[in-house]
């Protein structure tokens, strides 16, 4: 069975664009959370979706939105960005909103320019 | 605030070697506690969890120790090997109703010499 795959694997960025990063979750999965991982440190939350629903978002800035689709991929967008936006976005799914364990895709390194 | 504290930051053993790494946390509402193994270039994997009504649990050659009074718990990784060589992360969660996050520790980079 296919894992969470996320794309584009690698992409770079100018100070002011935006991005939109993708993630399908492992099949039979509802649930997608989003985090962020700056280089030598452990992710930090940013979304989490289920059925369709914000049903967490963690300590980010509007410029930071996500969705999740009716097949349960999700996208996650960011505007203006900034140099400190360069990270591994990772994606992880898991059975709902509330079970563990989450499986991390292997995320979109976002460098900014 | 870091609510997941984790150390060392750097773990260097020999193969062989039992690499222990420890994490202290500070809410007693988590829950659940996993611990996730990260290669360059790669998203992080999950190893193995405990919830906090066990004290121990092995897979394979890894082993979760949990003291629920003094808050932490530990990794221990027998017979190590080179392939062990990665960064590991410890996490909590607890349910918040609607939803479940991770809280992550820093990581450790472990590297295991042949």
């Known amino acids: 069975d296919a894992g969470v795959t996320q794309s584009p694997t690698h992409l770079i960025k100018t100070r002011g664009q935006h991005v939109t990063l993708r993630c399908s979750p492992i099949?039979?999965?509802?649930?997608v959370s989003w985090y962020q991982q700056v280089l030598g440190q452990g992710p930090q939350f940013i979304f989490q979706?289920?059925?369709?629903?914000?049903?967490g978002r963690g300590n980010f800035p509007d410029r930071f939105s996500a969705r999740q689709f009716p097949n349960y991929s999700s996208e996650l967008n960011v505007n203006a960005l900034l140099l400190g936006d360069s990270a591994l976005y990772l994606c992880?799914?898991?059975?709902?909103?509330?079970?563990?364990?989450?499986?991390f895709g292997d995320g979109t390194r976002l460098s900014i320019l | 605030q870091q609510q997941v504290k984790q150390s060392p930051q750097s773990l260097i053993v020999q193969k062989g070697g039992i690499p222990i790494i420890n994490c202290a946390y500070e809410n007693t509402a988590f829950d659940y506690f996993p611990w996730y193994q990260q290669f360059p270039g790669k998203g992080p994997a999950l190893l193995i969890a405990?919830?906090?009504d066990v004290s121990e649990k092995k897979e394979g050659r890894f082993t979760i120790s949990f003291n629920k009074s003094a808050k932490q718990f530990s990794l221990h990784i027998m017979d190590s090997q080179p392939g062990d060589s990665a960064t590991y992360f410890c996490a909590a969660s607890r349910n918040a109703g609607n939803n479940r996050k991770l809280i992550w520790g820093l990581g450790t980079s472990l590297a295991v010499n042949p």
């Open positions: 405990i919830r906090p």
């Open positions: 979706y289920y059925e369709k629903e914000e049903r």
């Open positions: 992880a799914s898991s059975l709902d909103q509330r079970n563990q364990p989450q499986h």
């Open positions: 099949s039979g999965h509802k649930s």
